[in-house]
């Protein structure tokens, strides 16, 4: 009775036949509308703003932007939940609107007393969990998105991180400072400039000439040590993680076949499809090679909205997978990164 029931906007006259071939439309939106409780809404973890949710709209659009206010809309990830008071206000509602397309939720900012999620594509499932308590409705959405890892207890101390430390002398001075002046810290971050021309999977080796001995020397301090990896690939003929994923297949493309045109730090890239089979074997060899090489604790993953300095997400969405277009599962891109 709370809900109403998902449709397509303009679809009342098409009847099912519509419906069938949705996801052939090139441009529609889908929406699930329902009235809003009088009640704080929660949820929508990933996004700026108060924590009450209730009279403001979002964008969710992974989108590498900087400068993280109340008014930055939308930025890096992207989580279709809302959990708030049922009507009656005698329980917990429990809401997973599961489309991974460009999506807004207006919670009141336009459709004055509705909760509206207006997805770009069909591709939505929704789950909704009833219960007595905010606990037990989050157990419920928990089952179906599964839970975290444990983290490790150092991940919870303090972390130095900063765009970017150039040397390997830089970071072995911030490591021995920290120390000398009795500052815990757990874990020391590497950015970008520890790779060869911004070339994921290299080193660059006038500016850290011993890698390996400097993370031992770290550890040997009790730092953990986290490298920056990135999926822009940079289109070079003599980078072997280039060739590799070349032949894979295994990277954005145009509707006519051609490497999807990309840039990120290297310059000219490839981006990865990390939803290929065949591109996940590579990329996790190559993981694996390179922690077995370089003993890092863990990898921070980085730049995979995917950001794209030739267009941004605007040029980014009209590229395919082997899955489709990446724009009806755009806001997958970094979950897949990590997965592979």
Known sequence: E????????????EGPEFFKNA???STHIVRFQYECTAQ???????????????????ELYNTDKPMHTPARDPLYQSWPILLHRDQAN??????????????????????????????SYNNARLYLARGATLSEVSQKIISI??????????????QQCRWSYRTQEEILEVAETLRKEGIPCDAIYFDIDYMDGYRVFS??????????ACIEKLHGDNFKCICIIDPGIKIDENFPTYQKILESGGY?????????????????????????????AVWNKEI??????YPFDGIWNDMNEPSNFLGGNKATSKGMTVRGPIAHEFNLYGFRMAEA
């Not at 709370?2 to 009342?12: D, P, R």
């Open 2 to 13: 709370l809900f109403t029931s998902l449709k397509l906007l303009g679809a009342e006259e």
């Open 23 to 25: 996801s052939s439309l």
């Open 40 to 58: 704080t809404v929660l949820g929508l973890p990933g996004t700026t703003g108060e924590m009450n949710r209730k009279g403001y709209r979002f």
């Open 90 to 119: 005698e329980g917990w509602v429990g809401v997973f609107y599961d489309n991974p397309s460009r999506m807004f939720v207006d919670l009141g900012e336009f459709y004055p007393d509705k909760v509206t999620f207006d997805a």
């Open 145 to 158: 998105l599964g839970t975290g890892i444990m983290p490790p207890a150092w991940s919870f101390g303090y």
């Open 203 to 212: 080193v660059n080796e006038k500016a850290f000439p011993d890698l390996r």
């Open 252 to 280: 954005l493309k145009t509707e006519s076949g051609e490497p999807l045109p990309a840039a990120v730090w290297p310059g000219d890239s490839l981006l990865p499809d990390f939803a290929d089979e065949k591109l996940q």
């Open 288 to 293: 694996k090679d390179w922690l077995t090489a």
